[in-house]
């Protein structure tokens, strides 16, 4: 089974920055997505970042794009999310996903992901 633990979540105020640990173990996928999703009070999840393992692709949702930045250390199974000129807007508890995979492409359905771990809260104030 794999699992996925995130940490490097807390509070900051608005401008500042915060980077996001999600480590892997147990029976990680070789090629493999590895995701970032949010969720809001009152709101749906969202996806904020995912990159493929496979090629290192990456993609970002457009409410992010310029301020965060997902990374990978394979040799760790870890992946980070830089988040930097945070927003109120930004505060959720964010999410690490993985699931399986052999092309970029599959990276971008919400099914792909089929590890998740348990969160981490971000709280921006203003």
């Known amino acids: 089974q794999v699992r996925l633990v995130e940490s490097g979540g807390g509070s900051v105020q608005a401008g500042g920055s915060l980077r996001l640990s999600c480590a892997a173990s147990?029976?990680?996928?070789?090629?493999?997505?590895m995701g970032w999703f949010r969720q809001a009070p009152g709101k749906e999840r969202e996806k904020v970042a995912h990159?493929?393992?496979?090629?290192?692709?990456?993609y970002y949702a457009d409410s992010v794009k310029g301020r965060f930045t997902i990374s990978q250390d394979n040799a760790e199974n870890t992946v980070f999310l830089q988040l930097n000129s945070l927003e109120p807007e930004d505060t959720a508890v964010y999410y690490c996903a993985a699931g399986d995979s052999y092309s970029a492409s599959w990276c971008a359905t919400r099914n792909a992901y089929k590890a998740w771990g348990q969160g981490t809260r971000v709280t921006v104030s203003s």
């Open positions: 990159t493929y393992t496979g090629t290192g692709s990456t």
């Open positions: 147990g029976d990680i996928w070789r090629s493999r997505c």
